[in-house]
């Protein structure tokens, strides 16, 4: 089986040796764009295509507000600050993501309180959100408490994970059920929607992320996405390190964040966004050959969850238990095809191993099983063929 699976990545990739999980693409308008940045010498926080890459992106996901940031990160950062996260506070998150997600909450000075994700959506799962709530905390007017200590838990934070959307409207009914607020970490999802609308844009707040392995890519970048005036406003304010608009004089009122996008990452995205319905296309074709591939060969494909439909970020492969997993990983990587499992839970790493947590059943398999195959929006002159295969 694994031999076959090379040989089908090697065809699948003929020009790339070794074949990469995933590489980003520039082949519209990017050279251009970034080289105007630098003509007009606005290459930092303020500058055209920013404003622009913030418009794109708005119009693209259906966003009312759109504000770029330098990473998904700081958005994320930023997200859950507005979204009411206090020192000492927690937030519902799930364990299986990639660490930015608990490291924006302890930049809150908040701890993450793990759920289980769904075997289906591989994000939060709603009956498991709903059984920690009733089994293990108090409701109240501004936000339930985690009964063994009294902590107030201020948001939730479903992730949309390899691009997959989670049952956003379950966790949404659970949330208001509790008085929660709903921030999603939408890093991996720019092109998945659920029920038509776009991932991201369900929550009070979303983010996304434009990291060099994200579906489009800025070098470094992000964007909190809202449909509230307010807290689009008060995010821009604590993006641009809280200054007071004026001509001249620099007046700060509160302790702000240099988070805003330069303009020179900014112009690579306006370029990137002018790609991405392409991409999209390119991805999900790839996602077909895999499917086909896995069906032929008795795996699991994670396919896209009923009512959704996935930009296919990373492609997922599910093999039977850690040590085919382990063998799976070895001799792909060996033979020059990149592959990698999901991210080691987060309940596993030493600074949120003593974060409280329901058991995890799913998190752990998933974990132990899963492996992740190269993934690059295929060069234009293979899409058809890949659509056609
Ligand atoms: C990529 C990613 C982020 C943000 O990462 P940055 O590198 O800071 O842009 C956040 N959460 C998840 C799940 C991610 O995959």
Same mark, same amino acid.
């Given at each position: 089986?694994?031999?076959?699976?090379?040989?089908?990545?090697?065809?699948?990739?003929?020009?790339? &040796?070794?074949?990469?999980?995933?590489?980003?693409?520039?082949?519209?308008?990017? +050279?251009?764009?970034?080289?105007?940045?630098?003509?007009?010498?606005?290459?930092?926080?303020?500058?055209?295509?920013?404003?622009?890459?913030?418009?794109? %992106?708005?119009?693209? *996901?259906?966003?009312?507000?759109? @504000?770029?940031? %330098?990473?998904?990160?700081?958005?994320?950062?930023?997200?859950? +600050?507005?979204?009411?996260?206090?020192?000492?506070?927690?937030?519902?998150?799930?364990?299986?993501?990639?660490?930015?997600?608990?490291? $924006? @909450?302890?930049?809150?000075?908040?701890?993450?309180?793990?759920?289980? %994700?769904?075997? &289906?959506?591989?994000?939060?799962?709603?009956? $498991?959100?709903?059984?920690?709530?009733?089994?293990?905390c108090t409701p109240h007017p501004d936000g339930p408490r985690l009964r063994d200590d009294g902590r107030r838990i201020a948001a939730c934070l479903p992730m949309h994970t390899l691009g997959h959307p989670v049952q956003i409207e379950a966790l949404l009914e659970v949330c208001e059920d509790w008085n929660l607020p709903?921030?999603?970490?939408?890093?991996? $999802?720019?092109?998945?929607?659920?029920?038509?609308?776009?991932?991201?844009?369900?929550?009070?707040?979303?983010?996304?992320? /434009? #990291?060099? #392995?994200?579906?489009?890519? *800025?070098?470094?970048?992000?964007?909190?996405?809202? +449909?509230?005036?307010?807290?689009?406003?008060?995010?821009?304010?604590? !993006?641009?390190?809280?200054?007071?608009?004026?001509?001249?004089? /620099?007046?700060? &009122?509160?302790?702000?964040?240099?988070?805003?996008?330069? #303009?020179?990452?900014?112009?690579?995205?306006?370029?990137?966004?002018?790609?991405?319905?392409? /991409? %999209?296309?390119? +991805?999900?074709?790839?996602?077909?050959?895999?499917?086909?591939?896995?069906?032929?060969?008795?795996?699991?494909? @994670?396919?896209? =969850? =009923?009512? *959704?439909?996935?930009?296919?970020?990373?492609?997922?492969?599910?093999?039977? &238990?850690?040590?085919?997993?382990?063998?799976?990983?070895?001799? !792909?990587?060996?033979?020059?095809?990149?592959?990698?499992?999901?991210?080691?839970?987060?309940?596993?790493?030493?600074?949120?191993?003593?974060?409280?947590?329901?058991?995890?059943?799913? !998190?752990?398999?998933?974990?132990? *099983?899963?492996?992740?195959?190269?993934?690059?929006?295929?060069?234009?002159?293979?899409?058809?063929?890949?659509?056609?295969?």
């Open positions: 089986m694994i031999d076959d699976f090379i040989r089908f990545v090697r065809d699948t990739f003929p020009a790339a &040796d070794p074949v990469p999980l995933h590489a980003p693409r520039f082949d519209g308008n990017e +050279k251009r764009y970034v080289c105007e940045t630098i003509d007009s010498s606005y290459v930092s926080s303020v500058g055209a295509f920013v404003n622009e890459f913030e418009a794109r %992106v708005a119009a693209y *996901t259906g966003a009312a507000h759109a @504000i770029a940031t %330098v990473n998904g990160t700081a958005a994320l950062h930023i997200a859950l +600050k507005l979204a009411g996260v206090a020192p000492g506070e927690y937030v519902l998150t799930q364990s299986l993501s990639f660490v930015a997600t608990c490291n $924006a @909450i302890r930049y809150c000075d908040a701890d993450p309180l793990f759920v289980d %994700v769904s075997p &289906d959506t591989l994000g939060l799962c709603p009956h $498991a959100l709903e059984a920690f709530l009733d089994s293990r709903l921030v999603e970490d939408a890093a991996e $999802a720019l092109g998945s929607r659920a029920g038509g609308r776009h991932a991201g844009t369900f929550g009070r707040l979303g983010t996304l992320s /434009f #990291n060099g #392995n994200k579906i489009i890519t *800025t070098g470094g970048g992000g964007m909190i996405l809202t +449909k509230d005036a307010a807290l689009a406003a008060r995010a821009r304010h604590l !993006t641009t390190t809280a200054k007071r608009p004026h001509r001249w004089a /620099f007046e700060h &009122d509160e302790v702000g964040y240099n988070y805003r996008l330069p #303009n020179l990452n900014a112009a690579l995205g306006c370029a990137q966004m002018e790609s991405l319905p392409r /991409f %999209v296309q390119a +991805k999900r074709a790839l996602a077909g050959r895999y499917a086909r591939w896995a069906a032929d060969h008795g795996l699991r494909f @994670i396919h896209e =969850p =009923p009512g *959704t439909q996935a930009n296919y970020w990373l492609n997922a492969l599910q093999l039977s &238990d850690r040590a085919t997993l382990e063998r799976f990983l070895t001799a !792909t990587n060996d033979a020059g095809v990149m592959t990698r499992p999901l991210w080691t839970p987060m309940h596993r790493l030493p600074m949120y191993a003593d974060c409280p947590r329901d058991a995890l059943a799913v !998190t752990e398999h998933l974990a132990a *099983t899963l492996v992740n195959v190269p993934s690059s929006p295929l060069p234009v002159d293979l899409e058809h063929g890949a659509a056609a295969a």
